[in-house]
Nanobody
Framework: QERLVESGGGFVQPGGSLKLSCTRSGSVFSVKRMGWYRQAQGKERDLVATITPRGDTISADSVKGRITISMDNAKTTVTLQLNHLKPEETGVYYC????????????????WGQGTAVAVTS
């Protein structure tokens, strides 16, 4: 079964930078999008940013201008860099990879990572 391995979480100073990576194991037929969501304590899981294989990106208004998201050529890894972090951006960051296992499936499935905790604090 496909697995997502996330890395890069931890403690970050306010105003510092965060870099997260998420790598999928195993092959799939097609990738629709990859990205990251954040869930703060007691809050809903919200979009941070996503990217498609063709390079189309979507990001939350709160991170525009501070964020870079990219996908590798093999379409297995998504990398997120967020600069000038704010305390309210503390939370668990979850990797999303929306994929199609087989051509015959004709539909995409959402793969979610276990989440990596990020604490923006002094």
């Amino acid at each position: 079964q496909e697995r997502l391995v996330e890395s890069g979480g931890g403690f970050v100073q306010p105003g510092g930078s965060l870099k997260l990576s998420c790598t999928r194991s195993g092959s799939v037929f097609s990738v629709k999008r990859m990205g990251w969501y954040r869930q703060a304590q007691g809050k809903e899981r919200d979009l941070v940013a996503t990217i498609t294989p063709r390079g189309d990106t979507i990001s939350a208004d709160s991170v525009k201008g501070r964020i870079t998201i990219s996908m590798d050529n093999a379409k297995t890894t998504v990398t997120l860099q967020l600069n000038h972090l704010k305390p309210e951006e503390t939370g668990v960051y979850y990797c999303l990879q929306e994929i199609m296992y087989y051509k015959i499936s004709t539909r995409y499935v959402e793969l979610w990572g276990q989440g990596t905790a990020v604490a923006v604090t002094s």
